[in-house]
């Protein structure tokens, strides 16, 4: 149902390290290559074999590509998988025409050798990438703007590696400003009045809304390559800390929530919780904060490991490891914010975590890669409170019971086909009776432009197909409609029509009672956009 091209873009973005700076070694015991070949490849390698595989290619979604493995192998065949691809979602970069036939020759040799090795990313690397624009002392103490910044949106504009803060009450862009490279999400501190982004290089920007227009006060590298940041929530740590968690070097970091100064970096590198074995490269996937212990849940992909890092006393912290499953991806809150659900992608699990006890109450099998970014929480006419996830590899809408108290808590009550796969995100709120389905990896465009809503209250009905894309009136462009998301009042979803970076994108505000189109943000500055994070919605967990 996903035609591997448009996973392969999704699963393999080109990494943010600079091949240059690698460690190199064409060491004796592989094919001969020249020092170009091999520079070449690695190049090849990061941008379009590192997402899947791993840096030092122990694998993840993809296979482990290590020299005890490859060397075994052999040329030709590694060269007819690289040039075929294989059923199991490895893209066939020969006959595509991506790569020609010496270049595949090059690639099969290089993987062969041992795997050039980026840099590593310590305390003195960030306090250098480290800078503060606006100390504490010199913001604002109040909005110098009448706007309503609760509702503004921070919109990921991936391929020019910037956000734009929109007004959601007016929905003028507000302010534009530059990030990391192809940033990633946005997160809000708890006083609603800084935006946290990280950047795929491992920036971390943190913009205050409260100046006119808002502007980024403070910045750090917090590594090489990286996804995921998060602000503390608990009571009594308002906008105290800021996370990062960095792809590589496998780590994460805890910074000062004020000025981003690099307080803690701890080592995800460690043994997998199934067979035990050490893992070089354990990424930090997604990371929220706890409501009910001063605590980041913070999943570690290639270990299957969730940590609970408490923040109350960082000179001596104090870290819970809960075992999941392997693939750690992303995840959000039940309702009552105390459970975590969370996205074992590879393992096609749930994980589900008590975060008050700090214990594993789930592990809940679902269909062919769960994707659920945050997930929705409706009420089930029929099973009451559930959490749901939509999925990449089928049209399966997957609904978990979140009632801890009911008959089935955490299992599977409900399953939903939706317009296909290659879904990433749904929405709800707790105001409205949509369900919100997006679809844009589906090699089918009328699929991918398109967003499916059912009606919560009469799940059997099927579902409502709106032409977000069409709406949009763009012209040409692949026009995948991706992340829904509400604004404050709960009386708007948001959607993105992600185009090429050289084509018109655009948002598109629907109305959710009456399902009608009521605006089009269309703007050139508007490059690519694809997360939207709604301050309000962000802080307090809503969706
Ligand atoms: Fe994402 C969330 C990683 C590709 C849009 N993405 C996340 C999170 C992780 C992640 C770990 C959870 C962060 C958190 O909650 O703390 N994403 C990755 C990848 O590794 C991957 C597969 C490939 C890559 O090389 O980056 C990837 N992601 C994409 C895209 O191609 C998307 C569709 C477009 C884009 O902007 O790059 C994309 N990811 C998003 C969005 C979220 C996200 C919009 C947040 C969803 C939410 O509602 O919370």
Not at 391 to 410: E, Q, R, V
Not at 517 to 522: D, R, S
């Amino acid at each position: 149902p996903v035609s591997s091209s448009s996973e392969a873009s999704y699963k393999g973005t080109k990494s943010a390290i600079d091949p240059e700076i690698t460690v190199q070694m064409i060491d004796s015991d592989g094919p001969d290559m020249t020092k170009e070949q091999f520079a070449f490849a690695t190049k090849i390698y990061f941008e379009r074999c590192a997402g899947c595989h791993g840096v030092l290619r122990k694998g993840a979604t993809g296979k482990p590509l290590t020299t005890d493995i490859t060397r075994e192998k052999g040329t030709d065949y590694l060269k007819t998988l690289i040039t075929y691809g294989s059923p199991a979602g490895m893209p066939n970069w020969g006959t595509s025409g991506d790569f020609t036939e010496a270049e595949i020759d090059t690639l099969a040799r290089f993987l062969q050798h041992e795997p050039p090795t980026p840099p590593q990313w310590g305390m003195v690397e960030m306090k250098n990438s480290w800078k503060v624009l606006v100390a504490p002392e010199d913001r604002p103490d109040k909005p110098q703007h009448k706007r309503n910044y609760e509702n503004f949106f921070s919109v990921t504009l991936r391929d020019s590696g910037e956000v734009a803060i929109i007004d959601g009450d007016t929905k003028e862009i507000f302010s534009i400003l530059k990030t990391g490279y192809a940033v990633h999400i946005s997160r809000t501190s708890a006083s609603s009045r800084y935006i946290y982004t990280i950047g795929r290089d491992a920036k971390v920007d943190m913009i205050d809304l409260f100046m006119n227009p808002p502007q980024i006060v403070a910045t750090i590298k917090v590594g090489l390559e990286a996804r995921s940041v998060e602000t503390s929530k608990y009571k009594g740590y308002e906008d105290k800390y800021a996370i990062a968690g960095s792809y590589w070097p496998p780590q994460y970091t805890i910074m000062d929530g004020d000025t981003l100064e690099p307080k803690r970096i701890v080592s995800t590198r460690g043994m997998t919780v199934d067979t035990q074995e050490y893992h070089p490269e354990p990424r930090v996937a997604a990371i929220v904060a706890s409501h009910q212990h001063p605590e980041f849940i913070v999943n570690i992909k290639e270990t299957g490991k969730i940590l609970l890092v408490n923040y109350s006393d960082i000179e001596n912290l104090t870290v819970t490891t809960i075992n999941a499953a392997r693939f750690l991806h992303d995840g959000g809150w039940d309702r009552s914010k105390r459970y975590f659900l969370t996205a074992a992608n590879q393992s096609d699990k749930i994980a589900v975590i008590d975060s008050k006890d700090r214990k594993l109450v789930s592990l809940t099998d679902v269909d062919k890669i769960p994707h659920p970014g945050r997930g929705a929480n409706v009420d089930d006419p029929d099973f009451g409170p559930v959490w749901i996830t939509s999925a990449l590899g089928n049209d399966k809408i997957t609904f978990l019971s979140t009632d801890a108290k009911g008959k089935n808590p955490w299992q599977v009550v409900r399953t939903l086909h939706g317009q296909g796969g290659g879904s990433l995100f749904v929405k709800s709120h707790p105001k409205s009776k949509n369900l919100w389905v997006d679809s844009p990896l589906n090699p089918d465009p009328a699929i991918s432009q398109s967003v499916a809503v059912f009606n919560v209250k009469d799940l059997d009905a099927g579902f409502e197909v709106l032409p977000i894309a069409e709406w949009a009136d763009l012209g040409e462009g692949a026009k995948r409609v991706v992340q829904p998301e509400y604004n404050m009042q709960g009386d708007e979803v948001w959607f993105s029509v992600w185009n090429g970076k050289d084509q018109t994108s655009a948002i598109v505000v629907v109305d959710d009672k009456t399902r009608q189109l009521k605006h089009v943000i269309k703007d050139e500055r508007l490059i690519t956009p694809t997360g939207k994070f709604n301050v309000h919605n962000t802080v307090e967990d809503v969706y």
